[in-house]
């Protein structure tokens, strides 16, 4: 791979964070819960708000860079350290997103609904393009990976676990910290589970073949 294809393959991966950080955010801002990836980092701003939910975000995805290291050890490649100001990159994007859409007036349920389906299908849009770029996962999406590595488990059998895994650990989490009440999941969190995967297959068809032309120029 030439450095002028590699240059853009990053630079997609980044406008893919960027689609990705925005999606977050509406769904954030619907408030019926967010994708089950962010599910923890939502709970975690909900109750210490000294934290934004990008700096949650930065937070819970560096854990799992450092879950990879002590998992992997010597098998950890320097390369993926690069998750790491990507992980920053992403709560950055994420805060921007939540900017943007404060100026959107969510002041009843039909509202909060249209905010998490646009966020749904902003976030596959991101996730698509950084298929697309095809250089480096993000924190959440290697973590799985090298679960399926080391359990010899299809990667999208521990990504449904993980998924699983996450939005259970968040409630039980939501149940200690705040009282016995489950915050920040909800119906918002079944929407993006099942929808966004479903975006990204939609978005991928859409884009593979001029992307694809655009890099390999």
Request: charged fraction near 15%; proline fraction near 4%; charge should be positive.
């Amino acid at each position: 791979m030439s450095p002028k294809e590699l240059t853009k393959r990053y630079t997609l991966f980044i406008i893919s964070l960027l689609f990705s950080g925005i999606g977050v955010a509406f769904t954030k801002t619907g408030a019926l819960g967010v994708s089950p990836i962010s599910s923890l980092a939502n709970v975690l701003s909900l109750r210490f708000p000294f934290f934004s939910i990008g700096e949650w975000l930065i937070v819970t995805n560096l854990a799992l860079v450092a879950g990879q290291i002590v998992i992997l050890r010597r098998e950890f490649r320097p390369i993926e350290l690069l998750q790491i100001p990507l992980s920053f990159l992403f709560g950055y994007f994420t805060d921007f997103g939540m900017w943007i859409a404060s100026f959107v007036p969510v002041d009843s349920y039909p509202m909060q609904l249209v905010m998490v389906v646009l966020g749904v299908v902003i976030l596959g849009f991101g996730i698509s393009l950084s298929v697309a770029a095809n250089v480096i996962m993000n924190a959440g999406e290697a973590f799985v990976r090298t679960l399926a590595a080391v359990t010899g488990r299809k990667f999208g059998n521990v990504k449904i676990a993980f998924d699983v895994g996450i939005v259970a650990f968040s409630a039980v989490l939501s149940l200690v910290l705040f009282g016995g009440r489950i915050e920040g999941i909800r119906e918002g969190t079944l929407i993006a589970a099942f929808c966004t995967g479903l975006c990204v297959k939609l978005f991928s068809r859409a884009v593979h073949i001029p992307l694809n032309r655009f890099l390999e120029k």
